[in-house]
């Protein structure tokens, strides 16, 4: 067993993060995706009890900052849904 000597500083290597961030570089989503499916929402009231359930739920985890909470988003499942526009 080997013990340094005081004088003697220990190298060590980089932490994984830095060498990561140098060489990748996500990819960029599409731009040409369906941002929506064309149809608002039926009526105010509708905008309305969205709101209410949107602000019951940030009222009640108010203490938290692991969720989001949203209303009225258009979500597709893949890309091959999106060309076709087989989307319902």
Known sequence: MTIAKSDETATSPAPIEEDFEDFWEPTPPPTDLIFDDGEPLESNRHRL????????LQQGYGERDDFYT???????FSRE????RDFR
């Open 70 to 76: 949203g209303g009225n988003m258009f979500i597709y």
């Open 81 to 84: 849904q999106a060309k076709n």
């Open 49 to 56: 009890a969205m709101n209410v359930l949107i602000r019951s």
